[in-house]
């Protein structure tokens, strides 16, 4: 992993939000398009139903801007406690939060955060893996890069999902004993 520079990060960024923004939109309307052809819909609530998912997706689009903006704004106030050493290539997204490792693919950090935050099993059946990780994404509860075949993962801190992935990878010289953390003796 090379480091890429200030405007290079920033576009990647960007892009990699509206890929999420994108595919969240596509997803929702093609559960919009497969519910009216297999059911009678009348027009007017087939337009609701896309109303209301692009409405969805203008408030992610927006959340995921202000939040990028807000982050980038802050950056310098903030402590982060990482649970593993953050890579040159990703230094260029600390203002994102909490590093939080690496992951195989959106799937397995999908199913990974699921567990541990033991999702009720109806959630899980409507939703595939890697759409949970996205949700999560574009809710703001981390944040998501792909790097190198790998997927680099980002928390908000004191989020839900910064904490269930502070259990199963505790933070950088924190000793966990049982389910809590401790600092390490000296």
């Not at 099993?121 to 409507?126: A, L, N």
Request: with cysteine; aromatic share 6%.
């Amino acid at each position: 992993m090379t480091p890429i520079d200030r405007r290079t990060a920033r576009r990647a960024e960007i892009e990699r939000d509206h890929r999420l923004v994108t595919a969240a939109l596509v997803g929702a309307l093609r559960r919009i398009l497969h519910r009216a052809t297999t059911t009678a819909t009348d027009p007017e609530h087939l337009w609701q139903h896309v109303q209301g998912a692009l409405d969805t997706s203008c408030e992610n689009y927006r959340r995921l801007n202000n939040a990028r903006i807000n982050m980038w704004a802050a950056r310098f106030a903030q402590r982060f406690d990482d649970s593993t050493a953050l890579p040159q290539a990703m230094a260029c997204y600390r203002h994102r939060g909490n590093y939080r490792g690496e992951f195989r693919s959106m799937a397995a950090l999908g199913a990974l955060l699921r567990r541990s935050l033991e999702v009720p099993e109806v959630v899980v059946r409507h939703q595939e893996t890697s759409g949970f990780a996205e949700d999560l994404h574009l809710r703001g509860e981390l944040w998501t890069f792909d790097l190198d075949d790998a997927i680099h993962v980002f928390t908000t801190p004191h989020s839900p999902s910064d904490a269930a992935l502070a259990r199963l990878r505790p933070p950088r010289g924190v000793v966990r004993v049982g389910d809590d953390f401790t600092s390490p003796v000296l």
